[in-house]
Structure formats: C-alpha cells, structure tokens
C-alpha cells in the first residue's frame, strides 16, 4: 500500500458508471420485473452496495476507509441499462475503487439475471466520471464516443 498517513482526512466522493448492452424485450422484461430471476433491479442495487463495502478484500493495494454514503441508480435506455454509483467519505484516501467496484458488481450482477434470456447481452464503459475532494481536487471526466 501507498502510505496516506501524510494525508489530511477530507471529503472525498466519486462517481462510476458501467453499461450494460441488451435487447429491447430484455429491457422491457427488467423494467417489468418479469425475469426469471428475482428482481433485477433491486438485487443489482445489493450486490453494487455490497461490493462496494467489500472494495479492499478484493483489491490488494485498496485501503480499508470508512464509508459514509453509497448508492446505486439505473437509468434504462432502449437497449442499455447505466448503472451509476456513487460513494462518498471523510478520508485520506479517495473512494474511486470502491465506486468502480460498485458500479462493475452491479452490472455483473444484473449480466447474470438476463444472460439466459438475452445471450448476446455485454458490459462496457466501466469508467470513474467524477471525483472530488484531498490534494488533487476535484476532477471530470471528458465524453467518450461510443
């Protein structure tokens, strides 16, 4: 690990998304509830929120940080689902992983309640959008095209 013992503890938040690709009937099954699986939305919520606590089990130079808000949001399109995540904490280490964390476990996670019905389904775009907060400030990101 990276020594932040130098560091002031600050506000740090970050915000991450991931896309996850699908067919329009998929779609509307996820915003239905009607997948074989349990609900799609709710249990990705979960499992985001989870991995996000989980963050520095799973990632080796990741430090352990207390956190002091999380959440998970969907916004469905035509044929995606964005999956945001946003984190915060009062810290000497930013919160980035935990929010790219999240935001991959939930798009994983929903991956696996669609994958029977919609085989050609995929996950793209895992991206950290914005950060704030410790020495570097705030940052965001530039457009990306698809």
Known sequence: MVSVSGKD???RVALAEAVLRADGETLEAIRANKLP???????ARAAGLLAVKATPGLIPHCHPIPLTDADV???LGADSVTIRCRVETIA???VEMEALCGASIAA???YDMIKAVCPGAGIGRVRLLEKSGGRSG???AEDWDD
Not at 37 to 43: E, F, M, V
Request: cysteine-free; overall charge neutral; glycine content about 4%.
């Open 9 to 11: 503890e600050t506000r």
């Open 108 to 110: 994983l996670t929903l």
């Open 73 to 75: 949001e969907f916004t």
């Open 37 to 43: 699986k349990a609900d799609p939305l709710a249990t």
């Open 138 to 140: 705030d940052w965001k």
């Open 92 to 94: 000497r280490t930013g």
